[in-house]
């Protein structure tokens, strides 16, 4: 009589297309494939595997969150079961502060906590890019400020206690440092940096690059995701009460304006616009609102 194999419990940390790589406990990850044409897990994602060459992913355990954006043509989900997004910005190239905010309510949405990482700190464009992350600081996001080329070695102390036994993803547009953090955080790894990674993932499909490294030095179960750079940043998914929620100077005054499904528009009583008027809610951020919102409902 043949025993029934016994799955195995693993995490996938990496993802090509329908082939994964799963850390299972052991020395090195495991090649695992999906069944049929399911092509819908991501780094982060707890499975069962069904042992053999590649193994085959049985299960995809339910998801405590995922990372995920969605515009008129396709939804992508970055990574599932994250504790902590790293936003990264820099003076240069120049900021992109909409795509910072919508990375801000994706992640607040799920509930993932996020810090903002204001990286090549030493650049004397800095200030100007501090003075405009003010607003964010003041709706309650810890900015830290780092530089991973200048100061590698502070910037990992720095993060040490940000990272220490979670799972935490690195995101942010190209250019602004990720894989140079990355390096620092996981001696070894070698993650292309610069002009070089531009080159390789022009015509790439992305999801090829997004990892899952474990971090040395730091207590058991502590994690890093590296993720391409992104352009664009679509939360056609969101529901407009999700958008309210996932914006903490909005989420602040819920249920305070006159009318209980307030989009915070053109309605009499409206306690956010009256909060922009007095210049307790940023002005741009109140503007982001209104973008993402005119999107999720055409
Ligand atoms: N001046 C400065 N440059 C940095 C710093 N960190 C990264 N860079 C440079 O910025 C460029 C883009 O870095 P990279 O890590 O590839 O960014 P990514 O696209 O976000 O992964 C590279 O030329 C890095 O050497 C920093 O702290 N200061
Ligand atoms: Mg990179
Ligand atoms: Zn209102």
Redesign the pocket.
């Known amino acids: 009589m043949t025993q029934p194999q016994r799955s195995q419990r693993a995490r996938i940390v990496a993802a090509f297309g329908r082939n994964y790589l799963a850390d299972a406990g052991g020395d090195a990850p495991l090649a695992c494939v999906t069944r049929g044409k399911r092509g819908d897990v991501v780094c982060g994602d707890e499975v069962l595997l069904q042992p053999g060459d590649p193994a085959l992913i049985d299960t995809v355990l339910p998801r405590r969150n995922m990372l995920w954006r969605q515009d008129l043509r396709r939804s992508k989900v970055f990574a599932a079961n994250l504790d902590l997004l790293l936003v ?1 910005t ?1 003076a240069q190239p120049t900021p992109n502060l909409d795509l910072v905010g919508r990375a801000l309510i994706a992640a607040g949405a799920e509930d993932i906590e996020c810090l903002l990482v204001l ?2 700190c ?2 004397p464009q800095t200030a100007e890019l501090r003075r405009r992350l003010r607003p964010l600081e003041q709706c309650g996001y810890p900015v830290l400020e ?5 100061a590698p070695q502070r910037a990992v102390e720095a993060l040490r206690p940000w990272l220490a036994g979670r799972t935490s993803m690195l995101i ?1 547009a ?8 990355a390096n620092a955080l996981l001696p070894g790894i070698h993650a292309v ?2 002009a070089l ?1 531009e080159a390789l993932n022009s015509g790439r499909h992305t999801t090829t690059s997004t990892r899952l490294w474990t971090l040395p030095g730091m207590p058991e179960a502590s994690a890093l995701l590296d993720s391409p ?1 992104f352009q664009a940043f679509g939360l056609q998914h969101l529901s407009v009460t999700q958008l309210q929620h996932a914006l903490p100077e909005l989420a602040q005054r819920n249920g305070r304006c006159r009318f209980q499904n307030c989009t915070h528009r053109e309605e009499p009583g409206c306690v956010v616009r009256e909060a922009v008027a007095a210049g307790e809610i940023d002005p741009e951020r109140y503007a982001l609102y209104l973008r993402v919102l005119r999107e999720l409902l055409q």
Do not use: D, Q, R
């Open positions: 990264v820099a990286n090549k030493e650049l780092l530089s991973a080329l200048g942010g190209s250019g602004v440092g990720k894989s140079t953090l940096t610069g990674s750079g």
